[in-house]
C-alpha cells in the first residue's frame, strides 16, 4: 500500500472483528512511528498497548461505570472549544447527523445516542487499543506533535491491513484507565486508539471532506495581489 491509498483509506471504523492482531505486527507499527516528527525532537508522547486480558478488564470496569451511571471523571483538557463558530459548529453537526442516522437514530432520541457512544468503551470490540498519553508539562505545539505521532501510528496500521479510530471519550474515563495502566502521576490522557481489523458488516457511510478551496489558499506568482501600497525598501536600503 503507498502512502496516498493509506490516507485515502484510514477512516474511523467503529467496528472490529475479535481476529487476534499479533504482537510483533504492533511492534513493527510503532518501532516506525517513533520516527514521526516532534519540534527539538521532544517525542513527548508515551503510549500504552493493551491486549487479552488487560483490555478485557478495562473495558469490564468501563462497562460497570456506565451500567451504574457514573458520571465522567474531571476534563482534564477542552476537548472543543465552549461555542464552535462556523463553518466548525455546521461540520460537527453534520457528522452527527450522518453518524447517527446510520444508525437510525434521530436527533431527538438521546437515551439512543448515549447507547451508541458507550460503543466506545468497548472499543467497538476491537482486541487491541492504544492509550497515548502526553507529559503534563507540555504545551500546544507538543500536543500537535502527538497528534502527528498518532496519525503516523494509524497510516502504518493501513499497511500492515489493520484498521483504527481516535477515541477521545477515553478521556472522560481517564481514572478508570489509569486503575489498569498506573501511569506516573506526570502524565495527562489524550486518547484512546481502538486497533484491530474491521468488520466490515458493521461498516457505516464515511464522512465526507471540506472542498480544498476551504481549508486551502495557494500564494504563488499567479495570485492576484490585494495589497497594492508601494512598500517602502528598509532603511539603508534602495
Not at 505521532?149 to 478521556?171: D, F, I, K, P
Request: aromatic share 10%; proline share 7%.
Amino acid at each position: 500500500m503507498d502512502v496516498y491509498e493509506a490516507v485515502r483509506s484510514r477512516r474511523a471504523v467503529r467496528g472490529f472483528t475479535d481476529r487476534h492482531v499479533p504482537r510483533e505486527t504492533l511492534e513493527r507499527v510503532l518501532s516506525a512511528a517513533a520516527w514521526a516528527p516532534s519540534g527539538s525532537n521532544l517525542q513527548p508522547w508515551h503510549a500504552y498497548v493493551l491486549t487479552g486480558g488487560p483490555l478485557a478488564e478495562l473495558k469490564k470496569r468501563a462497562g460497570e461505570r456506565l451500567a451504574v451511571g457514573d458520571l465522567w471523571d474531571r476534563a482534564e483538557y477542552e476537548m472543543y472549544p465552549p461555542a464552535l463558530k462556523s463553518p466548525y459548529r455546521e461540520r460537527r453537526a453534520a457528522f452527527g447527523e450522518q453518524r447517527y442516522g446510520a444508525l437510525g437514530i434521530p436527533r431527538e432520541d438521546v437515551e439512543a445516542r448515549q447507547r451508541a457512544a458507550s460503543a466506545n468503551w468497548d472499543c467497538f470490540g476491537a482486541p487491541a487499543a492504544l492509550f497515548c498519553y502526553i507529559d503534563r508539562t507540555m504545551g500546544l505545539p507538543q500536543w500537535s506533535d502527538a497528534g502527528m505521532y498518532l496519525q503516523t501510528v494509524m497510516l502504518l496500521l493501513r499497511a500492515e491491513g489493520l484498521h483504527s479510530c481516535t477515541q477521545m471519550a477515553w478521556a472522560k474515563f481517564h481514572r478508570t484507565v489509569a486503575e489498569v495502566l498506573s501511569p506516573p502521576d506526570g502524565l495527562i490522557l489524550f486518547c484512546g486508539l481502538s486497533i484491530g481489523f474491521e468488520d466490515v458488516a458493521a461498516a457505516g457511510p464515511r464522512t465526507g471532506r471540506a472542498p480544498l478551496e476551504e481549508t486551502v489558499t495557494f500564494v504563488d506568482d499567479h495570485t492576484p495581489s490585494r495589497h497594492n501600497a508601494h512598500i517602502p525598501p528598509a532603511k539603508g536600503m534602495s
